[in-house]
């Protein structure tokens, strides 16, 4: 085939250019969903929101659970039973 190219070099080309176009998709994709992220994130107030204060206020049901450490209880005869017969 004295065309110029074959047909192999033009499909290399083709190839190429396909793959040139899937890694700028893929780099504008991360970008977009880094940014969208760092947008939505709850964790920080965005900076063109003006400063408001807030009150937590906690509703626990009743329950009130005080820090200490985790121990079986004093009373307890032991763990489980076991036997070899």
Known sequence: MPEG?????????RAA???????????AG????AFLARQSHPGHASSSSPATSSTIQSDDGG?????????????????????VS
């Open 63 to 83: 329950l009130s659970l005080t820090p200490g450490s985790i121990a079986p209880s004093s009373g307890s005869g032991g763990g489980a039973q076991t036997t």
């Open 17 to 27: 250019g396909a793959k040139q176009t899937a890694v700028a998709v893929a780099v």
């Open 30 to 33: 991360f970008l977009a969903i």
């Open 5 to 13: 190219t074959s047909r192999i070099a033009e499909a290399r080309h």
